[in-house]
């Protein structure tokens, strides 16, 4: 018996994994053979980061479902990896616009076939586009993960006017230990270790 499909290797995002696990379970052999997969083809056409990336097939139709999904990789510095179907990609571009902000997207449609495509742009340009064109063809999303530069500017908005105690005390309340706390506000003040250690003390 062979699983055979047209539309990339069996078993990605598609339920050729069902019958993977059954043989698993009734202790039946198989072999795998390498074939093409959308995702690594569209990671590597998006020109975003390679070394480090999530997928997560097709979200659900519902905002209300998508929603929990998102709120996972809000924070997540990996690149962002979606199918999705031509008759939706204008709601749920606008779906992660809302969520995630204006991060740099590649959508890659059509791949290997004569009319592939791929546009690398913004999703907010990406929004303007497709408010007046259809899409057409299966998408691959490949999206900007949330850069370091952001996170650090977030990090610093909750300490910056706070005391360098209180800032040791933020991170001791998160959990850290004393010394794995002064560390963490060295490295965010520039400071020596041994500068901030002095507004430990009476902690």
Known sequence: MAVISDAGTPGISDPGSVIISKCIEEGISFEVLPGATAITTALVYSGLDTTKFIFRGFLPRENKERKPIIDELVNRTETLIFYEAPHRILSTLEFLHENLGNRK???????TKLYEDIMRTTLSEAIEYYKSNNGKGEYVIVLEGKSEEEILKEASSKWENMSVEDHIKMYIEQG???KDAIKKVAKDRNLSKSEVYKFSIDL
Do not use: D
């Open 176 to 178: 850290e230990s004393k």
């Open 105 to 111: 997207v590649a959508l890659c449609r059509e791949l």
